[in-house]
């Protein structure tokens, strides 16, 4: 299927755990983004890509790793989850100078 | 910090009527401005958007209006339905960055 997926889409984790979250386009944008979304803050970025191999921190990057060896994939690692990183992910793909497209989103919650 | 501001937390509306929301910045490097509307566990999918060189952008029921000397802009969209029912997302950049900055976001409900 032609756009932007993610998997999975819910995912039940312990506090210290090490989760990833994948992320993949079929269009070959350049630029790739994560997102988290909490009531309150709205959707806050967390790293964005703006090739393979070419990373950036966003707003709040802080416990998340990202890695790019493929222009399709775009996965967030949260190293030792903590109960501050329940949140739904989205990650984003643009094609033009700044509309994005978003994926339908990871609901992750860390108990 | 919140350079991008939706203080209204959320809207009612009646179908047929003009729905209203509202968004302030901060930062007046900011050139392009976005809004997003999302459903419940959906991505956010790209409405409509506003260049700083213009006040205005019109796509079928939606129009966006920007007023730069007051940093702000509005989604207006008339008229209403019970399909626009969503979370709707304002956003900007700065034209050189990457990357959007967005507003905490307003429901809006449209009953019949």
């Known amino acids: 299927d032609a756009g932007i997926t993610q998997s999975p889409r819910y995912k039940i984790t312990e506090t210290g755990r090490q989760v990833t979250l994948m992320c993949h386009q079929t269009?070959?944008?350049?630029?790739m983004f994560w997102y988290r979304q909490d009531l309150g803050h709205g959707l806050r970025l967390i790293y964005y890509?703006?090739?393979?191999?070419?990373?950036d921190k966003g707003e709040v990057p802080d416990g998340y790793v990202v890695s790019r060896s493929k222009t399709e994939n775009f996965p967030l690692t949260l190293e030792s989850a903590t109960r501050s990183q329940t949140s739904v992910y989205f990650c984003?793909?643009?094609?033009?100078?700044?509309?994005?497209?978003f994926g339908p989103g990871t609901r992750l919650l860390v108990l | 910090d919140q350079q991008v501001k939706q203080n209204s937390p959320s809207l009612s509306v009646q179908e047929g009527r003009i729905s209203i929301l509202n968004c302030d910045y901060t930062?007046?490097?900011?050139?392009?401005f976005l809004w997003y509307k999302k459903y419940p566990a959906e991505g956010p999918t790209f409405l409509i958007s506003?260049?700083?060189?213009?006040d205005k952008n019109e796509d079928g029921r939606f129009t966006v209006f920007l007023n730069k000397s007051a940093k702000h802009l509005s989604l207006h969209i008339v008229p209403s339905q019970p399909g626009d029912s969503a979370v709707y997302f304002c956003?900007?950049?700065?034209?050189?960055?990457?990357?959007?900055?967005f507003g905490t976001g307003t429901r809006l409900q449209v009953f019949p």
């Open positions: 984003a793909s643009r094609a033009g100078p700044e509309t994005q497209y």
């Open positions: 956003a900007a950049s700065a034209g050189n960055t990457d990357k959007l900055i």
């Open positions: 506003i260049s700083s060189i213009k």
């Open positions: 930062n007046s490097m900011f050139d392009y």
């Open positions: 269009w070959s944008h350049s630029y």
């Open positions: 890509s703006a090739a393979a191999d070419i990373t």
